[in-house]
């Protein structure tokens, strides 16, 4: 073999040797990167499988979460039911009697009332209170901590049905509202001078709303009309009060004020006196006549401790009883109320006053006034207020039977004197109250202390 022929082998044998690993490497790599990318597909997918696998036991945790969480639905209630308003209060009270010439004395009461009112529509309402205390006692729901711990009364305070036509009418708001049954006073009062808070007259209301708007200085304007009954009797007609007020409303700017002119004429008032006979619970101080010829006044009258020997037997051994009233009673009441912002929202400042002047006593002792004023609320937690009134009641101003159970000794008529109020508001339905009643009879009679009551 020559030596062109001996190198081309040569160099066939090296493409061979060599040519041959190159390829097979290559091939290594991609079935390598193949497998590789196989693989990595794969844990995409199962990236993807446990992110969805997540997502799913966040929902079912989260929807458990709300099951757990959510409250069972109330029971759908009847439509009558959203047309019933629940109401009542309870107060529990220690009262100090502080008496010169006399031995002072401590008494505990409470007071509850509660009740429903009820409106089927937009002109029509009726409702219903009960209240404890003394079912003989027509200005006081307060009961005494007595007797043994015996049961206590529950009374009818409230039964009223009140009817306010508009829409029924034709008219865009009512403008009048007639109301029949037992009911609070419906008219306006400055204070309790004339009418205690706890009374419940008995018989018809009737106000028309001359003026009845929210902007400008006359808010408010109305005639308020009643036909209370005390007294029925076949034989001599019934004992009542007839009752006549204009009332309006006032602002300037955001100064308020409340006004009130009214007549009270009682007709056949002697019968609420002769009550007393029978009835210990009523409180008569204005002049009566008892049945042996004694006039007297001015004092918590019993009948059982007149008479020759204080037994309440007359000279030939009758039970001595009152007769009548001494006076007739009509009694013109004006009264008002200003309130005037100071700037801090809890403490407005009220100025307030009231008088009465019975047109149809027979003697002078037939006037009575309260002024008065208080700085700060009740309405809301953390409420703090003070106040101070200055009260004259002579004898026969007001019907003593309805009038103020709380001022003086024993309630009545024929006391002067202070009212001293403060209170606080400790919770939206809890509050504190402390009053002080520093009086004296304006008159001093027999059976009456002359020094401070």
């Known amino acids: ?60 945790e989260g929807a458990a979460k709300q099951r757990a969480e ?8 009847p439509d009558w039911v959203s047309k019933i308003t629940p109401f009542g209060d309870i107060r529990v009270r220690n009262e100090t009697f502080l008496r010169s010439g006399d031995r002072d004395r401590l008494r505990q009461r409470f007071r509850l009332r509660f009740g429903l009112k009820v409106k089927p529509n937009d002109e029509i309402d009726f ?15 307060n009961q005494t901590f007595t007797d043994d711990s015996t049961f206590k009364n529950i009374n009818i305070a409230n039964a009223y049905l009140k009817l306010a036509p508009s829409k029924s009418l ?63 009797n076949s034989s001599t007609g019934e004992g009542a009060i007839y009752g006549f007020q204009g009332a309006t409303r006032l602002a300037f700017g955001d100064v308020a004020v409340n006004l009130g002119v009214g007549d009270y004429l009682y007709v056949k008032e002697s019968s609420i006196a002769v009550a007393r006979n029978r009835n210990t619970a009523l409180s008569i101080t204005n002049t009566v006549t008892l049945s042996d010829g004694t006039v007297v006044g001015g004092r ?20 001595i009883t009152i007769k009548r009233l001494n006076n007739q009673f009509n009694d013109l009441n004006v009264g008002g109320d200003l309130t005037i912002p100071t700037g801090m929202k809890a403490f407005p400042v009220k100025l307030f006053g009231d008088y009465v002047n019975n047109t149809e006593a027979s003697g002078s002792d037939d006037q009575g006034f309260q002024v008065g004023a208080m700085i700060g609320s009740s309405k809301e ?73």
């Not at 018809?204 to 408010?220: H, I």
């Not at 918590?300 to 039970?319: C, H, R, S, V, Y």
């Open 1 to 60: 073999m020559g030596g062109k022929g001996l190198l081309t082998a040569i160099t066939a044998a090296l493409m061979l040797v060599v040519g041959t690993p190159v390829g097979a490497a290559e091939d290594d790599v991609r079935t390598r990167l193949q497998d590789l990318e196989k693989k990595l597909q794969g844990y995409e997918q199962l990236k993807e499988e446990v992110e969805r696998l997540k997502a799913q036991v966040r929902a079912e």
């Open 70 to 77: 959510a409250k069972p639905a109330a029971p759908a209630l």
């Open 127 to 141: 409702g219903l209170k009960l209240a404890s205390g003394n079912a003989s006692d027509p200005i006081s729901n």
């Open 170 to 232: 034709g008219l865009e708001r009512a403008w009048f509202t007639v109301m029949g049954g037992k009911f609070d006073v419906p008219m306006y009062t400055a204070t309790r001078l004339v009418l205690d808070g706890d009374l419940t007259p008995e018989g018809f209301f009737e106000s028309f709303q001359l003026v009845d708007r929210k902007g400008g200085v006359l808010r408010g304007l109305a005639l308020n009309l009643g036909q209370w009954i005390f007294q029925e």
């Open 300 to 319: 918590p009258i019993d009948p059982t401790k007149f008479g020759l020997n204080k037994d309440g037997k007359d000279a030939e051994g009758n039970p």
């Open 381 to 453: 937690p953390g409420d703090v207020f003070f106040s101070y009134a200055y009260q004259r009641l002579e004898t026969d101003a007001v019907v003593s039977a309805f009038g103020d159970s709380d001022f003086g000794r024993d309630g009545g008529t024929n006391t002067e004197g202070h009212i001293l109020q403060t209170g606080y508001t400790l919770t939206k339905n809890l509050s504190f109250l402390s009053t002080a009643w520093i009086t004296e009879p304006v008159d001093d009679v027999a059976g009456r202390n002359s020094n401070t009551d």
